[in-house]
T-cell receptor
Framework: DSGVTQTPKHLITATGQRVTLRCSPR?????VYWYQQSLDQGLQFLIQ???????AKGNILERFSAQQFPDLHSELNLSSLELGDSALYFC???????????????FGNGTRLTVT | GNSVTQMEGPVTLSEEAFLTINCTYT??????LFWYVQYPGEGLQLLLK?????DKGSNKGFEATYRKETTSFHLEKGSVQVSDSAVYFC????????????FGKGMKLTVNP
């Protein structure tokens, strides 16, 4: 058990809808990362938050947004959903205090999103 | 930009066979290199890492050596077990840490008894 909790485990929704994925990091971890895993694109980094502030941005679409709350949990919001957004979304956390930290990432078990 | 290229498989081996999964990278500076493993139905777990040239990471019988001259970080295990069946990801971090990891596409390994 990595200590990272993601909810829900599965989500099925229709095109055009909006969903929210939730992540609780491991106790003591200040950084939260979001990744998208799809068959054709592999594992893509979306965004990182550290202690409530955005730290790094990857291939995140404008329809997607995220935030990290004072209690350090994070939410990833996906709107105007398209069929191509169907994927496994992973959250990871680390104690990383900043750039260059060697603290490992601890991954949750993911949320499987299916857009129909 | 930074990138990782690895064998994609899938690969099927018999128990006790030798395993090599090739991984090469492109990055500026001195990245840190990682191997992550994803067991069925689970998230990724760090398997091993190396943070500078000629470092060898090892864990659970797996090894990988950071080769700067060939920009490679191949994963090896001398004798695989059924329990090693999983997807293996090579990754790098250009900042030298765990931030903004760039992953390879992953390789699915199945080990048969």
């Amino acid at each position: 058990d990595s200590g990272v909790t993601q909810t829900p485990k599965h989500l099925i929704t229709a095109t055009g809808q909006r969903v929210t994925l939730r992540c609780s990091p491991r106790s003591g971890d200040l950084s939260v990362y979001w990744y998208q895993q799809s068959l054709d694109q592999g594992l893509q980094f979306l965004i990182q938050y550290y202690n409530g502030e955005e730290r790094a941005k990857g291939n995140i679409l404008e329809r997607f947004s995220a935030q990290q709350f004072p209690d350090l949990h994070s939410e990833l919001n996906l709107s105007s959903l398209e069929l191509g957004d169907s994927a496994l979304y992973f959250c990871a956390s680390s104690v990383a205090s900043g750039t260059g930290s060697n603290s490992p990432l601890h991954f949750g078990n993911g949320t499987r999103l299916t857009v129909t | 930009g930074n990138s990782v290229t690895q064998m994609e498989g899938p690969v099927t081996l018999s128990e006790e066979a030798f395993l090599t999964i090739n991984c090469t990278y492109t990055a500026t500076g001195y990245p840190s290199l990682f191997w992550y493993v994803q067991y069925p139905g689970e998230g990724l777990q760090l398997l091993l890492k190396a943070t500078k040239a000629d470092d060898k990471g090892s864990n659970k019988g797996f090894e990988a050596t950071y080769r700067k001259e060939t920009t490679s970080f191949h994963l090896e295990k001398g004798s695989v077990q059924v329990s090693d069946s999983a997807v293996y990801f090579c990754a790098l971090s250009a900042q030298g840490g765990s931030e903004k990891l760039v992953f390879g596409k992953g390789m699915k390994l199945t080990v048969n008894p």
